[in-house]
């Protein structure tokens, strides 16, 4: 039996402010570890805030760069894993990247955004070109996908394919899509039978509404836990037992018919 | 502009009696054409129930056989289109079949269900070798798939990229999979852009309790109707220039990241 103690930081962000967005993870993630969490997961863009229009372009850093290596000194302060959202600069292009850093202060994994949203994320960002980002963590094999990745029922496919059991998902979904996390997130744990943890903002940003509804499900479908629309601090519990006794009931991802698709 | 104006049958089933059951079906067309619908979608397996064992194996019938000439002259009489699921018998094989009639008495259009459910279904039917099955209908291109099969995201992405704008999902939904029409169907109509109907029976049959929540989904994911638990006979307009208004803002099948899957 594994057990990892998630935390899920539904925060509003500070749009271009990013010494006090962080400031704000660094309290979530004493928190968390006072919670007995192992890994903290931020919204999408956690550092910057999402609705910066083209100064997204100056605030992109290389993964080398300060921003990742003040979230490094966060994890090893406060002894917990940290997932964090953030523009990354690299050969001249921007990403909308997440770096998972490790409680020991070193990176357990990066991911780029492969699939991007609407004319402002194409107008910032260039899309990732590797879809599957995974690291193991206390013996549960994670994934990492970002916001409208998780759209894609292919996404998840791929993910649980490559033996993802839990698939973090930092988010940025704004009203009128308060679907997406209702319905759209519960769907692709079931039908791809992995553990989804789904971590958005809330509140606004130069007149975008973010709807909270952070959550984490279950490979059943069943929900863990749900915020609503305001800040929170969400702890689950992911257990590979529990994921074992889905998967020997939801036989879905042998049940394909591969030979038909 | 193009308006289909669809019936959807949630009746409990007589398990193995067919005459009572067809009777049912053409009480229900005659409710429905009298609302104005242009056809009737009844549930899996509506002619025989679903839950009667090896004898299904009996039950099974060719595409030519009493009962579809028995839909037909019922769609003829009541000037409606008629879709009934039945045990198809065919070159000593029993597959889970759809057969839809036209309000001509002509047949329209017949599907055999891919993805089997479970060891029963698994003991008495072979599985379908089409995954794609369609037909036209005043101006709408629809698809039939059944039950299970609408649990997996490539069966409905095969019939978005051949054109299917509505697709039909008569469905046999037992407790407690509840979370099947309440998160994943509303998921497969956002994802993949088109209309579902998904008609389900309600009431018990030999120990297996049937949960209603028939529903019609929007391609935007929302609800155009929804039945309880129990008989209804739900009314929902299909529109094609909703279709058209949905996908030009939800723009997934075009945001496809083809090229990583």
Redesign the interface.
Known sequence: MTVVRAALFQGPAQPGSIASNLNAIGRAAHSAAAAGADILVTPELSSTGYNVGQRMIEFAQPSTGETCRRVCEMAREHGIAIGCGYPESDAGAVFNSTMIAGADGHSLAHYRK??L?GDYERSVFA?G???VAQFDFHGVRCGVITC?DV????TV??HADAGTQWLLVPTGLMRPFE??A???V???A??SQLFITYVNRCGSEHGLEFCGLSCAIAPD??ELVRAGAHEDLLIADIDTTVLDRSRAVNT?LS???RD??
């Open positions: 492969t699939h949203y899309p070109q590797d879809l409208y759209e894609f029922p292919e496919r791929a679907h997406v209702l319905h759209i519960p769907a692709r079931y039908e479908g069943g879905h049940d394909r018919r038909l698709y």
